[in-house]
């Protein structure tokens, strides 16, 4: 019985104890990428950002919200998103362009399962 009671403890004490994957340990650093090795869509999306608009998409600007915690903590608002066209989707496709406020950007291709930063 006392053998038991010791597996039962263990078994809890791991349950609390050993990490639960996360979506910030399947990115654990960002990776970076030049500006010019983006696509072409990329670049000018980055062009209307700096410029201030206007943008296409009527979603473009609205708040990212990090839910995936893949990118540095930041208060809510702290960053924008940016839709990417992909010239073969029928609608807004998955690439994003993700604008931090101290101006820093990151790029998705697959919809925010994965970022690189942009060195412009």
Do not use: C
């Not at 979603?59 to 990417?84: A, C, I, M, Q, S």
């Not at 820093?104 to 970022?115: N, P, V, W």
């Amino acid at each position: 019985m006392r053998s038991v009671l010791w597996l039962v403890l263990l078994f809890l004490f791991a349950q609390f104890t050993v990490p639960l994957p996360s979506a910030r340990q399947k990115q654990t650093s960002i990776p970076t990428i030049d500006a010019t090795d983006l696509p072409k869509e990329a670049r000018q999306t980055i062009a209307l950002i700096r410029k201030g608009g206007p943008y296409p998409y009527k979603k473009d600007g609205v708040v990212f919200g990090n839910f995936e915690k893949l990118l540095p903590r930041h208060e809510r608002g702290y960053y924008r998103e940016f839709t990417v066209p992909t010239p073969s989707a029928r609608d807004r496709g998955a690439r994003r362009i993700i604008s931090g406020k101290a101006g820093e950007l990151y790029y998705t291709d697959d919809h925010y399962q994965s970022f690189k930063r942009v060195r412009e």
